[in-house]
């Protein structure tokens, strides 16, 4: 597979917009926390060995992770709030970043496995 910047700058656009990295005439998710089994337009598999998702959850968990730390470094450097007030913005940060950053993990997952070994096609 061809991998020159403007691949890879592709690739990782079609993955912001939650597409398929291979193609990007297809939703990598059929509806809300559900991925495809495969791309309806160029029949990449998307769903693969149990697994295979870890680096996603992975991924979610770090990019949580650094927003918790810079929503608490904003909060000591820029404010004067009470902890409890810290903490309570802290905890809904906690909760809600997985949960919006959900989709685009999994699809940047996809997309750098795309890019390092190319996604299996369908087989016929
Ligand atoms: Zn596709």
């Not at 061809?2 to 597409?19: E, F, G, P, S, W």
């Not at 005439?25 to 693969?48: G, L, M, W, Y």
Request: glycine residues 4%; charged residues 20%.
């Amino acid at each position: 597979m061809k991998r020159d910047a403007r691949t890879i700058v592709l690739t990782l656009l079609r993955c912001l917009k939650l597409q398929c990295p291979a193609c990007g005439d297809d939703s990598v998710f059929v509806r809300p926390f559900n991925v495809k089994a495969r791309c309806t337009a160029c029949e990449v598999i998307f769903k693969r060995e149990e697994g295979f998702f870890v680096g996603a959850i992975m991924a979610n968990v770090v990019a949580t992770e650094v927003m918790i730390l810079i929503v608490y470094f904003s909060c000591l450097l820029f404010t004067n709030f009470d902890e409890r007030i810290t903490l309570t913005i802290l905890f809904v940060v906690g909760v809600s970043c997985p949960l919006a950053f959900y989709h685009h993990s999994w699809s940047l997952w996809l997309g750098l496995d795309h890019l390092i070994e190319g996604l299996p096609r369908k087989e016929k």
